[in-house]
């Protein structure tokens, strides 16, 4: 039996329509969504190079290596407060506790 092995590396932001990726809100946001980015999405046009230039810079995230091409992306509170995302402690005690 063959077997292989299916490698996505796409979160999906060249998807974006070009307003949305020049948008550091819309962007940000799907980070804070998926947790992680590839170079290549990172890359891929011009205005998503240039929005998550801006991104890197603003404090928003802790970007951390995961191996090529991946980049893993924590939110911090500046970034919570600017994309309006709840804190997982938030979110965990409502699901949980009907919050």
Same mark, same amino acid.
């Given at each position: 039996?063959?077997?292989?092995? /299916?490698?996505?590396?796409? /979160?999906? @932001?060249?998807? @974006?329509? @070009? =307003?949305?990726? +020049? ?5 940000? $946001? ?5 947790? =992680? ?34 980049? +893993?992306?924590? /939110?911090?509170? +500046?970034?919570? +407060?600017?994309? =309006?995302? $709840?804190? =997982? ?11």
């Amino acid at each position: 039996m063959d077997t292989f092995h /299916i490698c996505v590396t796409s /979160i999906d @932001l060249d998807e @974006l329509p @070009l =307003r949305g990726q +020049k948008s550091s809100w819309s962007v940000g $946001r799907m980070l804070a969504d998926h947790g =992680r980015f590839s170079v290549f999405d990172a890359t891929s046009t011009e205005a998503l190079a240039r929005t998550m230039g801006r991104i890197w810079l603003s404090g928003w995230f802790v970007f951390e290596p995961q191996g090529y091409p991946w980049i +893993k992306v924590t /939110i911090t509170d +500046k970034g919570r +407060k600017a994309l =309006r995302v $709840r804190s =997982r402690s938030a979110e965990t005690s409502e699901s949980c506790c009907g919050g």
